[in-house]
């Protein structure tokens, strides 16, 4: 629209104020709406609107809002003045707010090493494994609404909001309109912003609903039969694509979604007063990566309109009188529960989810401890969706009502997977809960490849709160086909094949550190594909007793953005039997103890760091450190430990920047590196990596080489993507001299962390 149109209105209203003058007295003061249309991250612009609103000092009456406008509309009428909403969005972190990514902190250590790992999870529901109505279930979401919308927990009406308020959404089985004007008001914005396909639907009075963008994206009417005589409307969605710009199969079905609501729009812009339309062509409803240039122009847009809300509210308030100022309604710091209860479990029991909860009836209790508190019982990933609606009793008493959706016994995940050691995995696993027992999780995963592995595990937790106890027995089985090298330069091929069994009983406390004692029976093979200098072939099984303390902070399995990790593991390798040959360029060595190579039980020990710092919001600074020993000098062949590559990707592996997987075989080794990402959106890094490490400090290699220092390079291209981080590296080592790629992509099937 011009500027004309809205000095039209302008003057209409000023005429009309003007007659009102003589009666005024006798008048009720007119009543001001505000509607704000959907639009995803576009959205963050209509806080300039309300910037300029406030800085005017015109009082709004109604609010109405679809989307992100419902969220933005609902903190408004609640109480929060645009100045909060504004340091409430430059404050969130979007990506994570609307990912399925929780912070890792929040599970317990069981689950720490699977959270995160595959790129579909398909419940198994009446038989047959479905897909969810939605890809974004996002917990966190839910969680900070309950903090935002804490001021309002005992407002059922949403017309008894300081500014009452309405939002939109969409009936998902007939395509109605629905107007939501009372019950939970963070379920009704949580469904008026479900996209279809994009965030699971929203259960209300036993209808699906979905954003009401699909119908009703510019909810003007809707404030209009509020009883606003005069409306202020603030548009941030986009027109019809011209046929020119269809270019792909989704415009495409977007495009004929949003035919009904097109129309719809341009009659609720008929009914405004004040239209204000954004310039943000150039965005979509998915650049929250780009918030804080959309907040920008928001706020330039609304102080372009200032000076039309501040004749508004001077003219309103010479003719009425100032207003009262609005203020969200005053509750206590803490509540009180009453009762704890839930009416949507399945699987588990209310005992169980009491005791994981934490929480006491009688007792009172902040936001940020019913948070926590949400956190540590879905830390448990028996859900998939878990939060809470505070039901007023009294004053500052209040039943805390769990909305609980269960994960179901069964689950099938999968994920994909290339490198450049492995090359391409097809991941699949199969995870049953309480199939042996109450609180257990047996899983099976399947990394199907040339390089294959297979996890057979069996989780049982048991013990209390003062003693977190649980037994957790596994099977391994991996075979791996790795280059040979001499002097960095590739000789030949061997095969390694290992399997494992392993059985330990750990306690974890705080869900950050564990202590662990297990033992380790082990079988591996060595064989080569081709001839070399020296060669091994054949395999040894043997048992392995260890004890084990683990620590971890980090917030992410993968591309942590801050934590800290440490693990120390002592062990006792005994019982070798072994069946092996050693041959010299193809003949027998027909005396192999001239090689000085011996079987007897020994000691090893191996302890790794790693801390991310975060400098700001987009870089991230990870130092990290690595030492393993066998405490017994003639111990190489299939104990020591396998030097290079950007991924752990198989047994014994310790990551080297500079130098290909498998570089070295080395008995000993200190290690430390530290690694640069720089965060250019939310999804796009490059990182950097120095690494220094000082080796065969007790025993030279078999094969040796020239020096024990190593230093290598790395420099990398990312994409966190939905299938797990796209990694594209060049490396380079002083030592090698030699400048290679090494690529992986997606969710990696592996033993160790990093």
């Known amino acids: 629209m011009t500027r004309t149109f809205f000095c039209r209105y302008l003057i209409i209203s ?116 479905r897909l969810p109505s939605g890809v974004l279930e996002s917990e966190e979401l839910w969680l900070k609404f309950n903090e935002l919308y804490y001021p309002a927990y005992g407002i059922r009406n949403f017309d008894g909001l300081p500014r009452p308020f309405k939002c939109i959404a969409t009936d998902l089985a007939t395509g109605e309109v629905i107007v939501l004007d009372k019950g939970d008001l963070i379920s009704a914005v949580r469904a008026s912003m479900a996209i279809p396909s994009v965030f699971t639907a929203v259960v209300i009075d036993n209808k699906k609903l979905v954003d009401g963008g699909l119908v009703r994206n510019f909810p003007v009417s809707d404030v209009r039969k509020m009883g606003a005589d005069i409306v202020v409307g603030s548009d941030v969605s986009s027109e019809l694509l011209s046929a020119d710009k269809l270019t792909s199969p989704l415009q495409i079905l977007t495009q004929i979604a949003f035919f009904k609501e097109a129309t719809s729009s341009k009659q609720e812009i008929a009914l405004c007063d004040y239209f204000i339309d954004h310039p943000i062509e150039k965005y979509s409803s998915g650049s929250f990566g780009s918030s804080d240039s959309l907040i920008a122009i928001g706020l330039e847009t609304g102080l372009a309109y200032y000076p039309i809300f501040k004749k508004l509210a001077d003219s309103l308030n010479a003719i009425y009188g100032i207003p009262e100022k609005i203020v969200y309604p005053s509750v206590p710091e803490k509540i009180r529960i009453r009762q704890i209860v839930s009416d949507s479990l399945k699987y588990i029991s209310m005992p169980f989810l009491r005791r994981m909860l934490g929480l006491k009836e009688g007792q009172e209790y902040t936001v940020k401890e019913l948070e926590a508190s949400i956190r540590q019982a879905f830390g ?63 899983m099976l995963a399947a990394g199907i490849s040339e390089n294959p592995r297979l996890r057979l595990e069996h989780t049982q937790i048991w013990g209390s709160k003062k003693l977190p106890l649980a037994w957790i027995s596994e099977y391994y089985l991996e075979r791996q086909e790795v280059t040979q090298f001499e ?20 306690v974890a406390y705080k869900r950050r550190q564990l202590y662990g004692a297990g033992i380790h029976l082990e079988k591996v093979s060595v064989k080569p594909q081709t001839q070399s200098r020296i060669s091994i072939d054949g395999r040894n099984t043997y048992l392995q007793a260890y004890l084990r303390y683990e620590y971890n902070s980090h917030d992410r399995l993968f591309l942590p953005r801050r934590g800290t990790y440490f693990l120390f593991e002592p062990s006792f390798i005994f019982s070798q039997k072994l069946n092996v040959s050693y041959n010299s360029s193809g003949d027998p060595i027909e005396n192999p103890d001239s090689l000085g190579i011996g079987y007897d039980p ?72 530290i690694n640069w990402r720089y965060q250019f959106s939310g999804s796009v890094y490059t990182a950097c990596s120095y690494s220094l490490m000082y080796h065969s400090f007790l025993k030279d290699q078999l094969a040796p080489v020239e020096g024990k220092l190593l230093s290598g390079y790395a420099l990398t291209l990312g994409f966190d993507s939905p299938i797990g981080p796209l990694e594209f590296s060049f490396i380079y080592s002083d030592q090698s001299r030699r400048l290679k790629n090494y690529v992986n992509m997606g969710f990696r099937f592996s033993r160790g962390m990093f």
């Open 14 to 129: 000023m005429l009309l104020l003007s007659a009102m003058i003589a009666g005024a007295q006798q008048l009720p003061r007119p009543k001001i709406g505000l509607a704000l249309s959907g639009g995803g991250a576009k959205g963050l612009a209509h806080i300039g609107v309300l910037k300029a609103i406030d800085s005017a000092g015109l009082n709004i009456d109604y609010v109405s809002g679809t989307s992100m406008g419902a969220i933005i509309g609902s903190l408004y009428a609640i109480g929060y003045d645009a100045d909060t909403i504004l340091t409430i969005a430059r404050s969130i972190n979007w990506n994570r707010l609307l990912s399925n990514r929780s912070s890792l902190n929040a599970f317990i250590m069981e689950e720490k090493n699977e959270y995160g790992r595959y790129a579909v999870e398909l419940p198994m529901q009446d038989g047959k494994f």
């Open 380 to 442: 448990t990933r028996y859900f998939n969706k878990l939060y809470y609606q505070l039901e007023p009793v009294s004053e500052g008493v209040a039943d805390i009502r769990l909305i609980a959706e269960e994960n179901v016994p069964i689950t099938a995940k999968l994920a994909v997977n290339y490198s450049s050691l492995t090359n391409i995995m097809l991941i699949a696993n199969i995870t049953v809960r309480d199939f042996i027992g109450k609180q257990s999780r047996s």
């Open 602 to 673: 020994f000691l090893r020990a191996k302890m790794q760091v790693q801390k991310v710092l975060p400098v700001g919001s987009k870089n991230f600074i990870t130092l990290q450190t690595e030492a393993a020993a066998n405490f017994n000098t003639n111990q190489f062949v299939f104990h020591d430990f396998i030097v290079g590559g950007m991924q752990p990707m198989m047994r014994n592996q310790v990551t080297m920047a500079g130098i290909q997987d498998a570089s070295l075989f080395v008995n000993s080794l200190i290690k430390g590196s």
């Open 487 to 506: 002097d960095y330069k590739a000789l030949g091929v061997y095969r390694l094949f290992s399997q494992y069994l392993d059985t330990r009983l750990q």
